[in-house]
Each structure stands twice: as C-alpha cells, then as structure tokens.
C-alpha cells in the first residue's frame, strides 16, 4: 500500500501542549477508525509551524478525506517513492 507525507501548516504548532496534542490525535485516531484500516497513520513530527504526518493509504484522496472530515490542514500531500537512510550509501 503506498505511503504519503502530508505536510500540515498550524502556525505555533511546536507550543501545543501535551494535552492539545493528545487532542489532536484522538480526534485523528477516532476518524481513521470510522474509515476503516485501509488508511493507517504511522507517526508525526512536529516542527515550529507545520506538522509533517506519514500515512499509508490506497490513494491520496483517503487521506485527504481524512484531514477534511478532522478538520485538520492538508497543505501538501505526497506520495513516497523510495525510501533510504545511511545505509543506503554502503
């Protein structure tokens, strides 16, 4: 199944709180549950400005119905196409 990164733009995001982001990926978790487990989300980082999640889904629309349905920003979505780390050079 493919794997996307979906940039998120949420001005302050670094100054939420343990409890917002808590939150923030109840309601997430509770829309991805309503969907059914053909989306999964595998992790997020969080920056200044921006949160940076990664999703693997069918297809770029599932993920963003899903930011539509949470009332969650989808800036950019986009589609892995390879993976590689430090090992990749060996």
Known sequence: MPKYVI???????????SSDLRSIS?????????????????????TDDKIYCV??????ASVREHAQRGGFPANSVAAVRQTIDPTTAE
């Open 55 to 60: 999703y693997i889904a069918p297809d770029e």
């Open 26 to 46: 109840q309601k997430s978790c509770a829309v991805l549950s309503a969907m059914g487990p053909h989306i999964q989300w595998l992790q997020s980082y969080v």
């Open 7 to 17: 940039e998120r733009q949420i001005p302050g995001a670094g100054k939420l709180t």
